[in-house]
């Protein structure tokens, strides 16, 4: 495969998946609606993908030792932003933690420019000044400092900042193969589904009696159609640019935001649409000024699905 075809796989493959995340919110809601809301909808989808995972990550175990310490900063990083945005999505605006989550262009600029020492450009400025700018509307244009107000905003929150600071990793130079970065992913999500316990209700920590199957099997399901999906991302990843990344998994935001005004019944007034719109900005800002092509590490020995 060419690099160009890569490139337009990866970018194709990630755009769908932003899709399938856009309307993840809808299953996790009704598990909470069939009492099994708070941690369990992380805990059933990340326990059911590593169920399905390291029976072929086992395979290669001389591989999971080597690489241990990259497989636990991907997993801390990518497998905790999704963990700590799937328990956002239950204690906060479906539409305000998937913007929270997509400021990630935001952290991707000040990463680079911190770690790299990146000369400030203009488009640079201009994503800062998007990205705060749809931060403020969103949480509350003219009521003072935009300061999250909640758990499930400062979850949504980090969660974008961790995930900009896996996806700036990954494309780095990641050894591990790909199989193995999706264990990493499941694994990091549970542990950090589980560090953030304390945060929530008590009542919403406790199993139902009698368990209900139905919203289990919901929660399996949603771990088999999102496995390829993930995956593909995480591939992506190694070849693409950290923002562009980012800008394709904006799908999510009009998928998102469409569904949950029509289907949960949340409001989508001016303040939503225009923080909406300066976070895609920012985003787009970002795919202009990055021009830098991955390390050829990327794809260096490590795995034969490289």
């Not at 069939?34 to 399905?52: D, H, Y």
């Not at 316990?197 to 139905?214: F, H």
Request: hydrophobic content about 55%; glycine content about 12%.
């Amino acid at each position: 495969m060419t690099s160009d075809s890569r490139t337009l796989t990866a970018s194709i493959g990630v755009a769908v998946s932003g899709v399938l995340w856009g309307v993840f919110w809808m299953p996790v809601r009704y598990m909470e609606s069939q009492s099994l809301g708070g941690p369990w909808p992380s805990i059933v989808f990340f326990g059911a993908t590593i169920l399905m995972v390291i029976p072929i990550a086992l395979m290669s175990w001389r591989s999971l030792i080597r690489n241990t310490l990259e497989i636990v900063i991907i997993g801390l990083l990518c497998g905790g932003a999704f963990a700590l945005y799937i328990v956002s999505l239950l204690l906060t605006d479906v539409v305000k933690a998937i913007l929270m989550f997509y400021l990630t262009p935001v952290w991707s600029t000040l990463g680079v420019w911190l770690l790299y020492r990146t000369r400030v450009t203009w488009s640079r400025i201009a994503v800062l000044v998007c990205g705060f700018g749809g931060l403020w509307v969103i949480l509350g244009a003219g009521s003072g400092i935009p300061w999250p107000t909640g758990a499930g905003d400062w979850m949504a929150l980090v969660s974008g900042i961790c995930w900009a600071g896996g996806s700036m990793y990954l494309y780095r130079g990641a050894r591990s193969s790909h199989t193995e970065q999706l264990l990493a992913f499941s694994l990091g999500g549970l542990v950090l589904t589980g560090a953030v316990l304390p945060l929530l209700p008590t009542d919403s920590i406790a199993l139902p009696q009698p368990v209900d199957w139905q919203p289990l099997m919901v929660g399996v399901l949603l771990a088999v159609v999102m496995l390829p999906a993930n995956w593909l991302v995480l591939w992506a990843a190694g070849r693409l640019e950290p923002a562009r990344v980012g800008i394709l998994l904006m799908m999510e935001v009009v998928v998102g935001v469409i569904t949950a005004a029509i289907f949960a019944g949340e409001p989508f007034t001016w303040r939503e649409g225009l923080g909406a719109g300066l976070i895609v900005a920012a985003g787009l800002f970002e795919v202009a000024q990055q021009t830098t092509p991955a390390p050829s590490s990327n794809h260096l020995a490590g795995s034969g699905e490289r």
